[in-house]
């Protein structure tokens, strides 16, 4: 009988010492439309898009007839421009708070480099426009913004 309790009661604390962390993350590729903080946090409009490359991008570039046509050797290839296409089929556009640590990382920062928050902010309201980034979102928050390179 003690036995049994000995290994009841451990099992249950052992249970109990076990937390699950689930974290909920998610990634989405989208256009920012507008930056702003309100009642002491930072904020983002987004508009969420796809953003094919390769194969996919060609396909939905036929789909859609926005795909280049040229004959090689009498047979008909299709591309894009620069190998990306973007679709936007939703334009609703989501306002997503910013965690306290965000990283933001932009291809073209050589003039900035700073680990301030509020000087990152600044710069980045001043360099989002017609570009397209990847937002890593944890619980809601986004924790990351990565611009993508596009020529």
């Not at 996919?56 to 570039?61: G, H, S």
């Not at 933001?104 to 001043?126: C, G, W």
């Amino acid at each position: 009988m003690n036995i049994i309790s000995f290994i009841w009661i451990f099992l249950i604390s052992l249970n109990d010492c076990k937390k699950e962390i689930n974290i909920k993350q998610e990634q989405n590729y989208c256009l920012i439309t507008n930056i702003y903080d309100e009642n002491d946090k930072h904020y983002i409009e987004a508009d969420y898009i796809q953003y094919l490359t390769g194969d996919k991008a060609i396909e939905q570039a036929k789909k859609n007839g926005d795909a280049d046509i040229k004959f090689v050797n009498g047979q008909k290839k299709y591309s894009i421009p620069n190998d990306f296409y973007i679709v936007n089929d939703n334009s609703k556009l989501r306002k997503l708070e910013l965690s306290e640590n965000v990283k933001i990382d932009l291809v073209n920062n050589n003039n900035f480099k700073s680990d301030d928050i509020k000087s990152i902010l600044e710069y980045f309201k001043n360099n989002y426009d017609d570009k397209i980034f990847l937002l890593i979102l944890n619980e809601g928050k986004v924790i990351e913004i990565k611009e993508i390179f596009t020529p």
